[in-house]
């Protein structure tokens, strides 16, 4: 076999490949092994018929079309592998010769991951928010402390907001009664505007027994977009009560004596929180300084597919809510289709441009990907999800998406030895103490804080057992045998999730109750977390 490279772009070349006759027995041999079970040739048992019968019986044109489909992806894979080709998508293939007993040739296009010119990686710097806590978010925190504790009392007045209400419900439209759109005894808190449009001005004012219609949109069904009379009834009226924010609540509340001693707990709490998102800025920032100075073209096929492939899985998120599309473009405050595809288009081209660099710094710096590394990430993965080390393993290997898996893992690793070695200072100009920004993996369930909020203090319990490692070593195991686990994988999973900042899509919310079903207020849209480190 011969073969030959023609760049045709950043992204695509084109490989000339020719085979010799005799290169293509075990081709012939398998093409004739299933004609002749499928053949049959009186005066010959089946499987016995010889060759040239065959040929004679189907044409000798046949024959050959068929042994071209057998031998060329084989010859194909082979190429690529001979020269060190990083494809991306499926090849265009034409035969451009087929000379019977002589020489068959063909040549495949197909996209590629581009070779990037890396700029000096040991000088990187970038620069993050000060670690700065203040006395409002402590009270924030504090505040929430005391709703856990509040009590609701039945109150002889009209609804106001912050007072939680039971209600009754009953849509019409056109003077009929929507069974959807009706329900009862349902617990709302007057003010938050999470339920309909028009709710809340509905409710306010309405004592016991009162009520009042408005309208509202429809949110999904047959119907969604018309307008529908919606009638409120309150059936009770309570109001919530706080306790005293005082030493007795701090003993209450958690295992400190003191209202002071919460407040410096807490203070910590926010302090590591804050510590944590250091580290996750200081990841982005050197993430976008990176597609900043490094030039990446991108293939536009790859872009093309996964954006099919995005808006067909928000498809399906939105028909299992009820919704269809403007519903949801109204909730999540986007101006229209235009404007969603224009978003998810720069945030797939940024997704892939920081896979191509973070594949060329793993390569430069020669990452590889051992046990260690894939069964750290599959209990924190399995963490984060919610689910056991073994669940998740599992829905890696039916998914077959083991070798995905693991170029993610070597992305990461080759990031964070890049931001180790990177200079980071807060806007003090202090410098950050890697170390600190590491996070801590907790096991589920066991009330430790994270990179999303502080979480408050909760009064001593005892001590939970660690999670078995056993089903992640063997998953680890399993992926360790993938492509890339050396360090050599390949690039076609170049679709991965953009810096955590970017959203890759907005999701899809969750099917509400039947009386949920009218417009809600527009709210933003909560972004995917992605390029988890």
Known sequence: MKSTIENLGPTRVRLAIEVPWGDLDHAFGEVYKELGRQVRVPGFRPGKVPNRILDQRIGRAAVLEQVVQHAVPEVYSEAVRENQVRVLTQPDVEVTRLDDGD??????????????????????????????????????????????????????????????????????LDGEVLEDGTTSGMSYEVGTGSLMEGLDEAVRGLSVDESATFTTALLSGESAGREAQVTVTVRSVKAKELPELDDDFASTASEFDTLDELRDDVRIRLGRVKVMQQGSQARDKLVEHLLEVIEVPVPETLVERELQWRSQSMERELQQAGMDW????????????????????????????????????????????????????????????????????????????????????????????????????????????????????????????????????????????????????????????????????????????????????????????????????????????????
């Open 103 to 172: 020489t068959l040739a063909f040549t495949a296009e197909v996209d590629v991951a581009p070779t990037l010119e890396l700029p000096e990686l040991d000088a990187l710097a970038v620069t993050v928010d000060d670690v700065e806590v203040t006395d409002e978010e402590i009270d924030g925190q504090v505040t929430t402390m005391r709703e856990r504790f509040a009590v609701l009392t039945g109150v002889d007045r009209a609804a106001a907001d912050g007072d939680y209400v039971s209600i009754d419900l009953e849509a019409t």
């Open 326 to 533: 403007d519903a949801y473009f109204e909730m999540a405050g986007i101006e229209g289709r235009e404007a969603y595809d224009a978003e998810m288009r720069e945030n797939v081209e940024n997704a892939v441009r920081t896979q191509f660099v973070l594949d060329a710094i793993a390569d430069a710096r020669e990452v590889t990907v051992d046990n260690d590394d894939l069964s750290a990430q599959i209990m924190a993965q399995a963490q984060r999800n919610r689910m056991s080390p073994e669940q998740y393993a599992q829905q890696l290997q039916q998914g077959n998406n083991i070798a995905d898996f693991v170029a993610d893992v070597r992305r990461t690793k080759a990031l964070a030895q890049l931001l180790e070695s990177t200079t980071i200072t807060d806007a003090s100009g202090n410098e950050v103490d890697l170390e600190a920004l590491r996070p801590r993996t907790t096991t589920a369930g066991d009330g430790g804080e994270d990179a999303e909020g502080a979480e408050a203090p909760k009064k001593k319990a005892a001590k939970k057992a660690p999670a078995k490692k056993a089903a992640a070593k063997k998953a680890a195991d399993e992926a360790e045998d993938a492509p890339g686990a050396d360090g050599d994988e390949s690039a076609a999973d170049a679709a991965a999730e953009a810096p955590k900042k970017k959203a890759a899509a907005k999701k899809a919310p969750a099917k509400k109750a039947p009386a949920k079903k009218a417009a809600p207020k527009k709210a933003a849209a909560q972004d995917e977390a992605s390029a988890e480190s």
